[in-house]
């Protein structure tokens, strides 16, 4: 792999609950220009969309900038840290985030998006889906915006993958030099989710991204809840 290709998919209506986002990803690839899926494109889809489709919004009050908090409360399995407004929390996913995931922005007043209830599925469904409506096979990542302990600022992760590796190991295979490397494990859905938010930003209203060019080793059977998660008693940090 020597060049990537990452595009957003434009012309994606506001989402509402029930929708079937493959079909509006299929319909949106074949109306743009040049931008029809084909095999081995892997499909960024951020989290917003599919939190709307699958009716993951509840009602908060839109006049008090703290009415979500219980929701962080009930989404969360363990607090880490508390300062001020801000609550760092476990998800029941794993995922340790700032207030359990729970957006307001990017929907309407008086509402917030939790997170799906199973991000690896919600990918699968999507996948399943363009096969049987554009005949391609692809992956598909959904993406969510992370800050990221110890540097400044936010960027997208997976938090859900299907038919795209979550982690490539390359421990055992030499480095350009010949060594051997012993611990070099890539998070490549969080690259690839990275990538994608370059083209989709946070208030263009693209919600969804291919990436063309990923190595076809890499198309295979993926889950960020498997893969990507570490585990408790393989965290130092907790």
Same mark, same amino acid.
């Given at each position: 792999m020597s060049r990537l290709t990452v595009f957003g998919l434009e012309g994606i209506p506001e989402v509402k609950v029930g929708d079937d986002v493959a079909t509006l990803i299929a319909e949106s690839a074949l109306a743009g220009n040049d931008t029809a899926l084909v095999d081995g494109d892997v499909i960024v889809v951020t989290q917003k969309i599919v939190s709307k489709a699958e009716d993951r919004l509840v009602a908060v009050d839109p006049d008090d900038p703290l009415s979500h908090k219980p929701l962080v409360e009930r989404e969360s399995v363990r607090i880490l840290r508390r300062r001020g407004e801000l609550i760092i929390s476990e998800t029941v996913h794993g995922f340790v985030c700032a207030n359990a995931g729970?957006?307001?922005?990017?929907?309407?007043?008086?509402?917030?998006?939790?997170?799906?209830?199973?991000?690896?599925?919600?990918? @699968?469904? !999507?996948?399943?889906?363009?096969?049987?409506?554009?005949? %391609?096979?692809v992956g598909v990542v959904i993406s969510d915006t992370f800050g990221r302990t110890w540097r400044r600022g936010v960027t997208?992760?997976?938090i859900g993958c299907a038919g795209i590796a979550g982690v490539v190991d390359l421990r055992g295979t030499p480095d350009a030099l010949g060594r051997e490397m012993q611990v070099t494990e890539v998070a490549v859905v969080d690259e690839i989710a990275a990538a994608a938010e370059l083209v989709m930003g946070k208030s263009t209203g693209i919600p969804v991204a291919?990436? @063309?060019? !990923?190595?076809?080793?890499?198309?295979?059977?993926?889950? %960020?809840?498997?893969?990507?998660?570490?585990?408790?008693?393989?965290?130092l940090f907790r």
């Open positions: 729970i957006d307001l922005s990017n929907v309407e007043r008086g509402w917030a998006a939790l997170l799906p209830v199973d991000s690896d599925r919600s990918a @699968r469904r !999507i996948r399943d889906r363009l096969r049987h409506l554009a005949g %391609v096979d997208d992760v997976a291919v990436v @063309r060019g !990923i190595d076809p080793e890499w198309m295979r059977t993926g889950s %960020v809840s498997e893969e990507i998660v570490r585990r408790p008693q393989d965290d």
